[in-house]
T-cell receptor, first 109, second 114 residues
Framework: GQNIDQPTEMTATEGAIVQINCTYQ??????LFWYQQHAGEAPTFLSY??LDGLEEKGRFSSFLSRSKGYSYLLLKELQMKDSASYLC??????????WGAGTKLIIKP | DTEVTQTPKHLVMGMTNKKSLKCEQH?????MYWYKQKAKKPPELMFV???????INESVPSRFSPECPNSSLLNLHLHALQPEDSALYLC?????????????FGEGSRLTVL
């Protein structure tokens, strides 16, 4: 079957760094996505990895290891507005997104 | 223009009403999606249109009826809904073809069924 695992909830301190992990088993692979979603709003695209390695975009970075079925999202210099759910999703061989359940990130002052 | 526009943003309807949700994109994307999302859950795929043809229907009840009038528009017609259908309905589009994976989401339509 298809499966994506990520932690349910994480807590971090403003100004710190947090890493959200995602492991996956899917039928085929056409890229891994990270989305940010604030309560009641639509998901916002953060990153897309299709090759192994690290993609950096400002305070956010995403890493992929296809051989390990593993990705992480790294958030630096955390701000209160980063409190949100972070969704890991893998595009399978049919170009359909398989979603993780999301990680609720709580930022404390 | 990198937007997917959804209307209305909020909709309240009774169980006997007929209403429609609309989605529009002008990015030339050839794949368009409807997702349903309940609170604290990831989006659930409902329908996929590829090149204006329905390619995936994830066993969605017939009270939801999708329509793709042209490559820029996607509608979701609603009839005889149940209170449990209350959710955030998300439209998304993708360029289509191999290697063009990123999904662009609209802001969603918040539906409440009374």
């Amino acid at each position: 079957g298809q499966n994506i695992d990520q932690p349910t909830e994480m807590t971090a301190t403003e100004g710190a760094i947090v890493q959200i992990n995602c492991t996956y088993q899917t039928s085929g692979f056409n890229g891994l996505f990270w989305y940010q979603q604030h309560a009641g709003e639509a998901p916002t695209f953060l990153s897309y990895n299709v090759l192994d390695g690290l993609e950096e975009k400002g305070r956010f970075s995403s890493f992929l290891s296809r051989s390990k079925g593993y990705s992480y999202l790294l958030l630096k210099e955390l701000q209160m507005k980063d409190s949100a759910s972070y969704l890991c999703a893998v595009m399978d061989s049919n170009y359909q997104l398989i979603w993780g359940a999301g990680t609720k990130l709580i930022i404390k002052p | 223009d990198t937007e997917v526009t959804q209307t209305p943003k909020h909709l309240v309807m009774g169980m006997t009403n007929k209403k429609s949700l609309k989605c529009e994109q002008h990015m030339g994307h050839r794949a368009m999606y409807w997702y349903k999302q309940k609170a604290k859950k990831p989006p659930e795929l409902m329908f996929v249109y590829s090149y204006e043809k329905l390619s995936i229907n994830e066993s969605v009840p017939s009270r939801f009826s999708p329509e793709c009038p042209n490559s820029s528009l996607l509608n979701l017609h609603l009839h005889a809904l149940q209170p449990e259908d209350s959710a955030l309905y998300l439209c998304a589009s993708r360029k289509g073809g191999r290697g063009n994976g990123e999904l662009f989401f609209g802001e969603g339509s918040r539906l409440t069924v009374l």
